[in-house]
């Protein structure tokens, strides 16, 4: 019994494979030839604009990063502010580094055209989905603190790297310590 139903199921497969069954024909729609041009165009543009921001600004931009209403960013390739450590599986910001965010939010108030993004980082224990949300608690915490301190929400991306991104790989807790952090990463807007 189970070899038929096998060699039917063979051969309503084989048939669908090779097109035995008929099927109605799909219409073939020729494309227009000034949308071929005006596509072609807006790749030019686009592979244009993506060598403008490709180039250094001051030494310290890297490549364009986020998009945002328009507005083109490019990534700083150091941190201007330290990051901010967290306790295993914890992430609120201890008091220690609140004025390292006061810092930052002093600068975010004096440089309106730039952006951060936070991302959330955690050691190597655990999960790689409880770490990712856990990094992300802890990018979420301290732009919360941020927030509180006047800086615009929208200027602030969040992201979570999880374990996926050690600062160090040694399994010792001193290792383990620098990774439970969140990393600032500044987005400069740059001109066109």
């Given at each position: ?109 004096k440089n309106t055209a730039a952006r951060l993004s936070l991302e ?15 990094g992300d608690r802890r990018a979420k915490a ?51």
């Amino acid at each position: 019994m189970k070899v038929r139903s096998l060699m039917v199921v063979s051969a309503v497969l084989f048939i669908i494979a090779f097109g035995l069954v008929s099927c109605q024909k799909k219409a073939v729609i020729q494309p227009d030839p000034g949308q071929q041009q005006q596509q072609q165009k807006d790749l030019t543009q686009q592979k244009d604009q993506e060598k403008v921001t490709e180039k250094q600004l001051d030494g310290k931009v890297d490549s364009v990063n986020v998009m945002d209403k328009g507005a083109q960013y490019a990534e700083s390739k150091e941190s201007m502010f330290s990051d901010i450590l967290f306790d295993y599986d914890k992430y609120d910001v201890h008091e220690k580094y609140k004025q390292t965010l006061q810092s930052v939010s002093t600068w975010m108030s004096k440089n309106t055209a730039a952006r951060l993004s936070l991302e959330g980082h955690c050691d190597e224990r655990g999960t790689n989905e409880y770490n990712l949300a856990l990094g992300d608690r802890r990018a979420k915490a301290v732009k919360d603190y941020l927030v509180s301190l006047g800086v615009a929400s929208g200027r602030i991306d969040v992201i979570s790297f999880g374990e996926e991104k050690p600062v160090c790989r040694e399994q010792t807790e001193d290792c383990w310590s620098k990774n439970r952090r969140a990393h600032f990463t500044v987005l400069v807007k740059v001109g066109k």
